[in-house]
Every structure is written in C-alpha cells, then in structure tokens.
C-alpha cells in the first residue's frame, strides 16, 4: 500500500511557479536568471544600481539577481516582512538594518516587473 502511495507522488507534476513576469528566454534585453527565466536588462539596471547605493560590494555580487527573485517569491508567497528581511539577511550575509534596504530596492525594482 505504502509503494502505491509513492508511485502515484511520482507521477505528479511538480508545481512551477514564477513571479516577476520574467520574459521569455532567448528575449532581446533580457538578463539571465534561471533557464528560462529573465528579467528586463532595465530592471536589472535599476535593482543593481539600487543595491549599489546600500553597499558596492552587494551590487557587484554574483548571486545578488538570484536572491533578488528570491525576495520577490518570498513577497509573493506571502510571507511576513520580518521572514523576508531575515531571508536577505541570510541570504546576502548582511545585518537586519541592511537587509531591510535591500528588500526595499528589490521590492522598488525587481519585484515590479
């Protein structure tokens, strides 16, 4: 019975979800994200510049576009703001004051899109 439960979870689909009205891949202008996923290079522009404002090193970070969707899936699964801040916190190793501009200049660029 147990075995039957397991073959029927793997023939389910897994859910795929996507924020931030990514473009399509292989879109002109678009910055890379994930396959298949892609923001507007201006968006990019103003999420980096944004981030360059709270630290240089933040905006110069090779993962900050990766966290950035990441605030913007937390926000748009509804978690609370204190989970969100401490979520970039992590995230980019940053204290909680940091976090919070961070998640500001996400919401204010990225998270728009």
Known sequence: MAIGALAGCANSAPETR???APTPAGAKGSAFLEPGLRFPEEAVKAYRGALAKIDEKIA???DALKYG???CLDIE???ADA???K???ARFEVDDATAKAIVKATKNS???Q
């Open 69 to 71: 969707w990441n605030i």
């Open 18 to 20: 996507a924020t931030a």
């Open 110 to 112: 990225l998270c728009k």
């Open 87 to 89: 979520n970039a916190a």
């Open 83 to 85: 989970q969100v801040v």
């Open 60 to 62: 110069a970070d090779d």
């Open 77 to 79: 699964q509804g978690k």
